[in-house]
């Protein structure tokens, strides 16, 4: 049976993956460590939380103790590393916990994988290490990392430990470097979430300058998909990029939320630009693709139809996790813009 320490399973795509392995991989026990900061709620493992192959953990990723006792009782053999703060916008008005968490984290889970003789770390980073793309070419495994905002920086750095770790200790370790994900569970506070949120409820849609930035969006699942295909198969000390070979600029992923919605389009506001905000980002996937045999199964359309199903579906969910500060982080955000 593999034992895996998966770490903000409380998060959007964290939640998504341990729902995806208890239902699926029945052999599989997953302790779930999750600080629950604002972006982490336990009702995002609604139908999983007690199932007898799941034990959830609130804490910190840095606390390197809690992190070594789990590995003991819980007799684990594999890290996978979820958790980070994780919003681009929140890292420009903020970077030290981005450090804390997503360097610091990282660096005290790679001390115990080290330490315990673990028998794989698998890093979730994301594409944004790269840098921007212009009008052409894609993100490669080779493409130098070049991070632009607070948040990528503090991923670039805690690939940077990964790899560190793998040469100095042997620490046998994969790095997944997905694009922008969406579907269910995904907070309000990234652009697909927060336009059908705002929509649902006839408020302004915030678009950053002229809209027109491009993002390759993948649906939750398939990057869940890939990343447990990357623990199976994949030899240690190899990257994977992940994507949906499906780039959209943020204008049109709107248009598409507002006919679904049948909403109108003068919903829409242009707003203050993000500073240092990255123009495009493109995935080649083709060594995952090729190398693991992985594919995703949605398109755009679907998923986003699914998508916005869910949110109309679970507009409990949504109140619960933007009730409370939630609105303050708004205002504040989007007060001078
Ligand atoms: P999220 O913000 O929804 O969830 C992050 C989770 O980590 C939350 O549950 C939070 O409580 C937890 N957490 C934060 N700090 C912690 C700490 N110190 N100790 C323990 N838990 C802590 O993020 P997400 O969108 O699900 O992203 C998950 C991972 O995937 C991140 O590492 C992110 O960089 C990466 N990623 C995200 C995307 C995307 O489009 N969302 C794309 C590529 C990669
Ligand atoms: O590429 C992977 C990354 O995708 C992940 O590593 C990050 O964790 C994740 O947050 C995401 O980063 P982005 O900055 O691309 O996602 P976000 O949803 O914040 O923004 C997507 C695009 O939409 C971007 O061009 C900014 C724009 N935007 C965003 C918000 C929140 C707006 O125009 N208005 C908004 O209100």
Known sequence: ????????????????????????????????????????????????????????????????????????????????????????????????????????????????????????????????????????????????????????????????????????????????????????????????????????NDKELPVYGDGLYVRDWLYVYDHCTAVWRVLQKAPPGEIYNIGGCSEKANLDVIDLILKRLDKPKSLIKHVKDRPGHDRRYAIDADKIITDLAWQPSLSFEEGINRTIDWYINNQDWLGSVVSGDYQKYYEQMYKDR
């Open 1 to 200: 049976m593999s034992r895996i320490l998966v770490t903000g399973g409380a998060g959007f795509i964290g939640s998504n993956f341990v729902r995806m392995v208890l239902a699926e991989h029945p052999e599989v026990f997953i302790a779930n460590l999750d600080k629950l900061t604002y972006a982490g709620n336990l009702e995002n493992l609604a139908g999983f939380l007690d199932h007898s192959n799941h034990k959830f953990i609130k804490g910190d990723i840095c606390d390197g103790r809690l992190v070594e006792q789990i590995i003991d009782e819980h007799r684990i053999d594999t890290i996978i590393n979820f958790a980070a703060e994780s919003h681009v916008d929140r890292s420009i008005t903020g970077a030290k916990i981005f450090i804390e968490t997503n360097v610091t984290g990282t660096l005290t889970l790679l001390e115990a994988a080290r330490d315990k003789d673990l028998e794989r770390f698998i890093q979730v980073s994301t594409d944004e290490v790269y840098g921007e793309l212009g009008p052409e070419g894609k993100f490669t495994e080779q493409t130098p990392l070049s991070p632009n905002s607070p948040y990528s920086a503090s991923k670039a750095a805690a690939d940077h430990l990964v790899e560190a770790f793998g040469h100095t200790w042997g620490v046998k370790y994969n790095i997944t470097r997905c694009s922008n994900n969406y579907g269910p569970y995904q907070f309000p506070e990234k652009l697909i979430p927060l336009m059908i949120n705002n929509a649902l």
